[in-house]
C-alpha cells in the first residue's frame, strides 16, 4: 500500500511542474512569442485600413522609415533625451536619498513610505492632470522662481522646456527604485566599515571603495529597469505636452500609438516598433557589456 | 574633545533630518496642492503656493460638480467599469503568477533552465511591443472593446516581473516544508495550496496590491482596447475632463482628480508595509 502510493507519487511529481506551467506555457506562446513573430511578419505588409486588405511590401516599410519620414527620427531625438537624461537623473537621486536613509535614523520608516507614495500613483491620469497645472504658466513651479526673480518658464509649451517638465515627473517617481537601492545597502555589512575606519578610511573614500562597488549589481538592475520605464513612457507625453511643442515630447511609443491605432497602418507601425525594440536592445546590450567593468561581484 | 565629536555627529544628523524632510515635502506638496485647491474659488489658485484656501474663503461646490464626472454618468459609473477588469487581473495575476512560481521555483526538472531565461528575458520587453498584434488577434476574434480583452492575458503568468517577484520569495522558505508535506502524502497541489500559499500570503498580497494599482493608472490599455462610452472606464473619463476643464473649472478639475487617487491612496496607506517589502524583494541579493 505504502509502496505504490510511493511510486505513484513520483511519477505524479515528475509531470507536476509541467502541469503546474501549462497557463505559462499558453501565455508565452500566445501573448509574447506568437507577437513578436506576427509582429515582424506584419511589418512587411501595407495595411488598407478603409478596404480591410494587406500587401506584401517586403521592406518597404523600413526603407521608407529610415529615409523617408523624418517624424521618426525627431521621435528618435525626442525619446533618446528623455530616456538619457531622465534615466541617471531618477539613479542618482535614488542612490541619493537611500543613502541619507541608511544612516540609522529614527523615523527612516515613515519617510521610507512618503517617498514611494508618487511611484505608486505613478501614471495616473489624475497626476498627469495636476503636475500641468503645477507646472502651468500661473503654477506654483513658477511662483518659486518669482521668488528668486526668475522670470515665468512656458514649462509645456517651450521646445527647451517641455522635456524637463516630463523629466522631472519621472523623477518624482524615484521611490521604487530608492528603495531597492535602500535594501542592497542595508544589507552592506557593518564590519566592513569598521574594518576600513580602523585602516583610516575617510567617510567619503568609504563611500567609493566599500559602499558603492557592493551596490552595483544592484545598480545594474536599477538602471536596466529605469532605462526601460523611461522607453515606455506613454502617458505624460500623450497627455501633458500632448507630443508637443514641435514634436519635442513626441516619443516613439507614441507615434507607433498613433500609427496603429489611429491610422490603422499596422504594417508601418509594427516596422517602428521592430525599430524600437532593436533600438532598445542595443542600449541594454551596451549596459549589460560594460557592466563587466563596472560591477562588482563579491563572491 | 569628547563634546566636539558629540556635537558633530548631531549636526550631521540634524542636517539629514533637513535634507529628508525639505525632499519629502517637495513630493507630497504637488499632492497636497491638489487637495487645497479643491476647496478653492478658481482665482485663489494660481499665482501663489499656498495649500489651503485664504481664510474665510473655503468653497466645497467642486465636488459635488466632479462627481458628475461627465455629463453622462457620475464618477460611480467610471469607478464600477475600472473595478469590472480590474478584479480579474488581480485574481487572474494572483493565481496564475504562484503557480509558474511555484513550478520554478521548486521543482527540478529538463527545461527549467530555459523557462527561467525565457523569464528574465520578457522581463526586458516592453509591453507595447506586444499590443499591436495582440490588437489585431482581439481584433479577429471579436474581442476589442470588451473588459475581457485587458485581463485575459493576466490569467496566462505573462507578467515576467510578478513570476520573478514570488520566486525570489519562495527562496527563503526552507524547502523541507515542503518535502514533510510530501511525505504525508500531500500532492503538488495540496502542498502549494496548504503549505506553501500560507506562507507565501505576503508576496501574493504585494502581487495582488500591485497588480490593482498597476490596472488602476493604466491608460493606454483602455484607450487601444474599449472603444464605447458604456465601457469608458476612470482613466478614460478623467483624460477628457482634462481637455473640457481646462479652459475655466479648475477647481472642479481638482476636485475630480482628488477623488480619482483616494482608492489608491487609502488602499496604500491601508498596506503600505506590502509595497515596501514587496518592491524591496524584487530587487534580489542577487
Known amino acids: 500500500m505504502v509502496k505504490t502510493a510511493k511510486v505513484k507519487g513520483k511519477k505524479r511529481i515528475k509531470l507536476a511542474p509541467y502541469m503546474l506551467l501549462i497557463p505559462w506555457f499558453i501565455g508565452m506562446a500566445l501573448f509574447r512569442v506568437y507577437p513578436i513573430i506576427a509582429s515582424f511578419i506584419n511589418s512587411l505588409y501595407q495595411f488598407q485600413p478603409i478596404r480591410g486588405t494587406r500587401e506584401f511590401i517586403g521592406f518597404d516599410n523600413y526603407t521608407r522609415i529610415l529615409f523617408d519620414f523624418p517624424h521618426f527620427w525627431d521621435s528618435v531625438r525626442a525619446t533618446l533625451t528623455y530616456v538619457l537624461l531622465g534615466t541617471p537623473l531618477v539613479l542618482i537621486m535614488a542612490f541619493f536619498v537611500a543613502f541619507i536613509l541608511n544612516f540609522k535614523l529614527k523615523g527612516v520608516n515613515l519617510f521610507r513610505t512618503a517617498y514611494y507614495i508618487p511611484s505608486i500613483l505613478g501614471g495616473n491620469v489624475a497626476v498627469a492632470i495636476v503636475w500641468s497645472q503645477v507646472f502651468g504658466g500661473n503654477g506654483p513651479v513658477n511662483a518659486v522662481l518669482s521668488i528668486f526673480g526668475v522670470d515665468p518658464i512656458s514649462w509645456i509649451q517651450d521646445e527647451f522646456f517641455a522635456p524637463f517638465t516630463l523629466i522631472f515627473l519621472s523623477a518624482w517617481q524615484f521611490g521604487s527604485v530608492m528603495l531597492i537601492f535602500l535594501a542592497a545597502l542595508q544589507n552592506v555589512s557593518p564590519t566592513l566599515y569598521e574594518a576600513a575606519s580602523i585602516d583610516g578610511a575617510k567617510k567619503t573614500r568609504q563611500l567609493f571603495s566599500i559602499t558603492l562597488p557592493l551596490v552595483t549589481p544592484v545598480l545594474l538592475f536599477n538602471t536596466v529597469n529605469v532605462l526601460l520605464r523611461h522607453f515606455q513612457e506613454f502617458n505624460s507625453a500623450y497627455l501633458i505636452t500632448m507630443r508637443g511643442p514641435n514634436r519635442a515630447t513626441d516619443f516613439l511609443v507614441i507615434l507607433i500609438y498613433e500609427y496603429a491605432f489611429r491610422r490603422m497602418q499596422f504594417g508601418f507601425a509594427l516596422a517602428m516598433s521592430m525599430m524600437l525594440l532593436l533600438i532598445i536592445g542595443i542600449l541594454t546590450l551596451i549596459v549589460f557589456i560594460t557592466s563587466k567593468y563596472w560591477v562588482h561581484y563579491s563572491d | ?286
Open chain 2, 1 to 286: 574633545m569628547q563634546k566636539r565629536k558629540i556635537s558633530k555627529t548631531q549636526i550631521n544628523a540634524a542636517i539629514r533630518y533637513v535634507i529628508l524632510i525639505i525632499v519629502g515635502f517637495i513630493l507630497i506638496y504637488p499632492l497636497l496642492w491638489m487637495i487645497g485647491s479643491s476647496f478653492k474659488h478658481n482665482i485663489d489658485i494660481f499665482g501663489n503656493l499656498n495649500i489651503l484656501p485664504p481664510a474665510g474663503r473655503w468653497t466645497f461646490e467642486h465636488f459635488p460638480n466632479a462627481w458628475q464626472l461627465t455629463s453622462r454618468n457620475t464618477m460611480v459609473f467610471y469607478y464600477m467599469n475600472t473595478l469590472r477588469f480590474l478584479i480579474p487581473q488581480v485574481v487572474g495575476q494572483v493565481i496564475s503568477c504562484t503557480l509558474a512560481a511555484y513550478a520554478i521555483g521548486r521543482f527540478e526538472f529538463p527545461g527549467k533552465k530555459i523557462i527561467f531565461t525565457i523569464v528574465m528575458v520578457t522581463l526586458l520587453m516592453p509591453e507595447l511591443a506586444f499590443r499591436i498584434p495582440i490588437f489585431m488577434l482581439y481584433r479577429d476574434l471579436g474581442l476589442l472593446d470588451t473588459f475581457a480583452s485587458l485581463y485575459i492575458q493576466n490569467f496566462f503568468a505573462v507578467n515576467s516581473f510578478f513570476v520573478f517577484m514570488i520566486i525570489q520569495f519562495m527562496r527563503t522558505i526552507p524547502r523541507e516544508l515542503d518535502e514533510a508535506a510530501e511525505i504525508d502524502g500531500c500532492g503538488p497541489l495540496k502542498t502549494l495550496i496548504y503549505i506553501l500559499v500560507p506562507v507565501l500570503r505576503p508576496i501574493i498580497i504585494t502581487v495582488g496590491l500591485l497588480t490593482f494599482m498597476w490596472g488602476m493608472n493604466d491608460f493606454q490599455g483602455p484607450l487601444i482596447f474599449l472603444r464605447s462610452p458604456d465601457n469608458r472606464v476612470l482613466s478614460l473619463a478623467l483624460r477628457m475632463i482634462l481637455q473640457d476643464y481646462e479652459v475655466t473649472h479648475f477647481g472642479q478639475m481638482f476636485a475630480a482628480a482628488f477623488m480619482a487617487l483616494i482608492p489608491t491612496l487609502a488602499i496604500f496607506f491601508a498596506c503600505s508595509r506590502y509595497f515596501v517589502e514587496g518592491v524591496t524583494q524584487s530587487g534580489g541579493k542577487e
